[in-house]
């Protein structure tokens, strides 16, 4: 008598051609979620450096600066010299509206000046995220 165990091949083949056809269906909708979550992920990023400057400055009751580096880039510097750098990805553009680089935050957690900074994907306008500042020092994903 014969010990039927384990699977065939034919049973190997369908559940390798099941995987692929399901692969074949989510990838086009992984490759179409891509930008806008490095879109998202990049004015995420943004506001975290605008919090880490603020905090940093009050910490210290020093000034902190935001600077923009060019090239999708903020670095954040005090008197001492550059403390963090963000490099944003480059399919996301970043613009400001209201704002001028640096933007400084006193030991106090103050903003020098109010705006917002617009990120958007570079693929599809409509994958916008705005970040206001305010005189406060208060930054917020709208």
């Given amino acids: 008598m014969r010990k039927n165990s384990g ?9 390798i051609a099941i995987i692929a056809i399901m692969s074949a269906l989510a990838v086009p909708s992984y490759i179409q979620w891509l930008p806008k979550y490095r879109a998202g ?18 910490r210290t009751n020093a000034n902190v600066n935001v600077n923009d580096a060019g090239n999708n880039a903020l670095t954040v510097t005090n008197s001492e010299g550059t403390l963090h750098r963000v490099e944003l990805p480059s399919d996301v553009i ?5 704002l001028v680089s640096p933007v400084t935050f006193d030991g106090q957690g103050f903003s020098n000046q109010a705006g917002m900074l617009t990120v958007r994907s570079a ?5 916008t995220w705005d970040i206001t500042l305010t005189l406060g020092g208060n930054a917020a994903i709208q």
């Fill in 7 to 15: 699977f065939t091949l034919w049973e190997m083949m369908v559940v």
């Fill in 41 to 58: 992920a990049a004015s995420r990023s943004v506001l975290s450096t605008l919090e880490y400057a603020r905090i940093n400055a009050i």
């Fill in 123 to 127: 693929r599809n306008a409509s994958w």
């Fill in 94 to 98: 970043l613009s400001a509206t209201g």
